[in-house]
């Protein structure tokens, strides 16, 4: 099978149908050595994603930002309030309480985008699933992985 076929189809099935044909077309992809699967995906010199060794993927909050064009691929997102923003930009965890509104694809070790107006500050792993952020008002909704100020860091280097 293609590899380009082959990320579509993950993306699509991690994500929901549809959400792979807002894929750029040039995509640039490296491979490992040892077993030739696919290792990252980046796009104009700008990192896409890692796929995981579990068949999960790793993704950024840039591609994140361009799968959010989707509808579907909203229901993977969890957006906050204003005041949690400033925290979640740094890379801090999101909590239930600071939650707007959930996804219903959402659950537990998903990736998961987090959205403030419409706009991807962070990614990070789901630690409550979409029924479960709405019933608890304390602990962590969200587990940040990558936000923009680690990005913002890398490029001032």
């Known amino acids: 099978m293609d590899n380009y076929l082959k990320l ?7 994500f929901g149908n549809g959400v792979s044909k807002y894929l750029p077309k040039n995509i640039d992809m490296t491979f490992s050595r040892k077993t030739g699967r696919i290792r990252t995906v ?8 890692t796929l995981r060794i579990d068949g999960g993927l790793a993704i950024t909050p840039f591609f994140a930002q361009i799968l959010l064009n989707s509808r579907v691929f909203r229901e993977n997102c969890v957006e906050i309030n204003q005041d949690a923003y400033p925290f979640v930009k740094e890379g801090r965890s999101v909590f239930c309480k600071h939650v707007v509104r959930c996804g219903k694809n959402v659950r537990i ?17 789901a630690v409550l699933s979409f029924d479960m952020i709405y019933d608890f008002d304390r602990g962590v909704a969200v587990k940040i992985r990558d936000s923009l100020k680690s990005h913002k860091e890398k490029t001032q280097l």
């Open 42 to 49: 980046s796009h104009e010199g700008k990192l896409l994603c």
């Open 8 to 14: 579509r189809r993950s993306i699509d099935a991690l």
């Open 109 to 125: 070790s998903a990736d998961t985008p987090v959205l403030f107006q419409n706009q991807v500050v962070a990614v990070g792993k």
